[in-house]
């Protein structure tokens, strides 16, 4: 089992970048498939980014190009820069991590990231 504690969000200007970083504890950090979700308000949950155990990347098309996801085993920590942030990404971004053979994801607490001028 492994618990997530996701932290960097805050307040910025559309055009602007946050780095957002979850941090893992627990055991085999390095086997989990890592993902962000995020959560704007009257919407669904949607993802946002992953990674796999390899460091294999996949995107969302509204974020593709402007966010980077990426993971460091060492630190058992996962990433997500975020650049030219637009006021619809605005949410709360949720770290995730699956491991092969589980049923459900374990999910951290959230971090509100706000865009707005």
């Known amino acids: 089992q492994v618990q997530l504690v996701e932290s960097g969000g805050g307040l910025v200007q559309p055009g602007g970048s946050l780095r957002l970083s979850c941090a893992a504890s627990?055991?085999?950090?390095?086997?989990?498939?890592m993902g962000w979700y995020r959560q704007a308000p009257g919407k669904q949950r949607e993802l946002v980014a992953r990674?796999?155990?390899?460091?294999?990347?996949n995107y969302a098309d509204s974020v593709k190009g402007r966010f980077t996801i990426s993971r460091d085993n060492a630190k058992d920590t996962v990433y997500l820069q975020m650049n030219n942030l637009k006021p619809e990404d605005t949410a709360v971004y949720y770290c995730?991590?699956?491991?092969?053979?589980?049923?459900?994801?374990?999910w951290g607490q959230g971090t509100q990231v706000t865009v707005s001028s």
């Open positions: 627990g055991s085999s950090f390095s086997l989990y498939l």
């Open positions: 990674i796999t155990s390899g460091g294999s990347r």
């Open positions: 995730a991590a699956l491991r092969g053979g589980s049923a459900s994801p374990t």
